[in-house]
């Protein structure tokens, strides 16, 4: 079933039904992607997580397209659930001394976010900066 079918469902079965789908098995052994976040690399890092994320029906917990439901609601604890999950799975692509700094953000979104707005401005100066040792390193 296509996901933009089960976003056109009416009402709270919508985002079982929804939910349902991003239920996709996800090896928690298996990294998600081959680049981990420090201070200089957020571009690449941002594009392997959102692809990877992509590839396993999670990326709707990071860009919003999987709201997240009032707390009263029946499927909020299946949400919390898998949100968790997306968060644990951000985290440990990321160095330890990074990882530390988001380990309490509230959301997987807020997390996403929150990385976004303190790498994500900086990054290119940090990459031309790397380039530039980069250059006069060779020999």
Excluded at 1 to 9: G, H, K, P, R, T
Excluded at 15 to 20: H, I, K, N
Aim: hydrophobic share 40%; glycine share 4%; proline share 1%.
């Amino acid at each position: 079933m296509a996901v933009e079918s089960l976003v056109n469902l009416e009402g709270e079965s919508s985002q079982v039904a929804l939910l349902s789908f991003l239920d996709s098995e996800v090896n928690t052994n298996q990294l998600l992607c081959s680049v981990l976040l420090n201070e200089l690399n957020y571009l690449p890092w941002s594009r392997a997580i959102s692809l990877a994320l992509e590839g396993r029906g999670k990326l709707g917990f990071i860009n919003g397209s999987v709201e997240t439901p009032y707390s009263s609601s029946q499927v909020y604890e299946a949400w919390l659930c898998k949100d968790q999950f997306v968060i644990s799975l951000l985290l440990n692509t990321m160095e330890k001394h990074v990882a530390e700094i988001f380990s309490y953000s509230e959301s997987s979104q807020d997390l996403w976010k929150s990385v976004k707005d303190m790498y994500g401005n900086q990054n290119n100066y940090a990459w031309v900066f790397q380039l530039k040792r980069d250059i006069a390193c060779l020999q």
